[in-house]
């Protein structure tokens, strides 16, 4: 190993913005059953789903509404 090491024509991670971070959500029980449905249709897990769901939110910028 050397003594030191020269990051100066290092490059950023091109993979950044991908990365994921785990979290605890309190999700319904019938939410859960939906995107468990939807994972035996589709072949595609569950948590992949509503990460799906929940990042297409974000790229319509859907808003709920509280009536």
Known sequence: ???????SNAQRNPYEKKLRKSVTMRLDVSTIDYFKGL???TGIPYQNLINLYLAQCVKEKKRLSFA
């Open 1 to 7: 190993m050397l003594d030191e090491y020269d990051f």
């Open 39 to 41: 994972a035996e249709e």
